[in-house]
C-alpha cells in the first residue's frame, strides 16, 4: 500500500513540475488568461491586438528592415507587407517575406492571434524587432504549424532569423 502511495505522490509531483516548467517556459503572464485562437472567417479585414497608435512611428519597408534589423532593433515601429503563412493551429504568428528572406511576426504577450487563414492579407504592423537565432526544434515546430511537414524534415541546425513582436496590426483584404 506505502508503495502505491510514493509512486502515486511521485507521479504527482512529476506531473506538477513537468506543468511549471512549462508555463516558465511560455511567456504568457500567469495572471492573464490566454487569447483564443481565431477560426477561419470570410473576411479577416480588421484590427487585432491593440490596434496601430495615433502616433507618428517610423514606417519601415520589410526589405530595409531585413537588410539592416540591428538599425531598427529596440524601436517601436510600423512595417506593411503581404502575409505569406499564418500558424494553421491557431493563428498565433504570421510570416513577412522579402527578396526570399523571412520575418516571423509573433503577438506581445500571446495576448492576440489572426484568423488561420489570412494568408495573401495585406498587414500593417506596429512594434519591435529583433535579429536572433532559434534552435531546430523551435524552427521544425514552426513549420509543422504551417502545415509543411517536409520543411520541417529539411531543417538542419539552428536558424538566424528576424522576429517582430507585434503589439498591434491591421489587415486590409488584397485587391484583386
Known sequence: MKTYAIAGAVALF????????????????????????????????GTYGAGLSKKKLPAVTLQNLLKDTKKFEKK??????????????????????????TMRVRFKDYKFFVPTNAKGYIVTLEGTAEATEISEK?????AE?????????KIKGPQKTVAF????IRLKKPKK
Open 76 to 101: 517601436t515601429i510600423r512595417v506593411t507587407g503581404k502575409i505569406q503563412n499564418v500558424c494553421q493551429k491557431k493563428g498565433c504568428w504570421l510570416l513577412l517575406t522579402s527578396n526570399k528572406k
Open 145 to 153: 504549424e504551417s502545415g509543411d511537414k517536409d520543411a520541417a524534415k
Open 165 to 168: 513582436t507585434a503589439t498591434g
Open 14 to 45: 512529476v506531473s506538477v513540475a513537468l506543468c511549471g516548467s512549462a508555463q516558465a517556459q511560455d511567456s504568457r503572464p500567469s495572471s492573464r488568461p490566454a487569447a483564443k485562437p481565431w477560426t477561419p472567417r470570410k473576411d479577416c479585414s
Open 138 to 142: 523551435l524552427a521544425k515546430h514552426y
